[in-house]
């Protein structure tokens, strides 16, 4: 797994690539929130473009960031999902969340 | 009812460490590869085996790394059906847990494993008893492709 960090204006954007599972999802949460704080941006974009294989995991670790910019007053972005992404995020309900 | 016989079969143990996961997930999906699944198939049942081994990770072996057991059959008529044990904790309440977004594991997780694992496969049948463990069985149908030939 990998995350390369872009800093475009206020916004931070993390460019996530490899695979989220519980396993892998340690490592993506430790990388965004560490840099998170550094940066302290009024948008997180999170981009999937590179994620071959996301299970709930991934939706847990979303979730878990979307809870943590609130409290800073962060909004944050998915973006670049692909399909099959996209369908647990839907199943997940993450469209209720205004992350898209 | 005459039981259908499996056209092939594996059996796979691995101790519950989360470095298991992707492995889990890669063996059976090597194995159904005798199915010729679709890209989609193949995700969805690598999805359900990662949910289901997260589940006996996280949740059975909470505190502790014990066995887990997989097992996956193939049958002429196309479907796979797989089965995820562990003999860990056990769980109380199968129709609570089954319940989209309840979550004994912390803030970070989702809460959605029955749910995906219901989602992405035709069957799924939990088993469990507290202080012996859990079986978790899927069974998906693969959709047979016709050959052109000439």
Not at chain 2, 109 to 114: E, M, N, S, T
């Amino acid at each position: 797994m990998s995350v390369v960090f872009e800093k475009k204006d206020d916004a931070l954007v993390a460019l996530l690539s490899g695979e989220i599972d519980h396993h892998t999802a340690t490592e993506f949460r430790e990388s965004i929130d560490c840099e998170f704080e550094m940066l302290r941006p009024a948008l997180l974009v999170l981009d999937f473009g590179g994620i071959g294989f996301m299970d709930s995991s991934g939706i847990g670790l979303i979730m878990g960031r979307y809870r943590k910019a609130a409290e800073c007053g962060c909004r944050i972005r998915v973006v670049n999902a692909p399909p099959m992404i996209e369908r647990m995020m839907k199943l997940a309900g993450l469209g209720r969340l205004d992350v898209f | 009812m005459i039981k259908a016989k499996a056209k092939n079969e594996m059996k796979l143990v691995i101790p519950s460490n989360s470095s298991n996961e992707s492995f889990a997930r890669s063996a059976v999906a090597a194995f159904m590869a005798q199915l010729d699944p679709t890209i989609e198939e193949m995700t969805d049942v690598k999805t359900a085996i990662s949910e289901a081994v997260t589940n006996c990770i996280v949740h059975a072996y909470r505190d502790t790394i014990g066995n887990i057991w997989i097992e996956a059959k193939i049958y002429d008529d196309g479907r796979i059906w797989i089965s995820v044990k562990d003999k860990g904790c056990g769980i109380p309440d199968i129709a609570r847990a089954r319940e989209p977004l309840f979550t004994t594991g912390g803030s970070e997780r989702a809460g959605l494993g029955f749910a995906v694992m219901e989602s992405f496969t035709d069957k799924l049948r939990v088993r469990s008893a507290v202080g012996k463990g859990t079986t978790v069985t899927m069974e998906k149908r693969i959709a047979q492709r016709y050959r052109h030939d000439g």
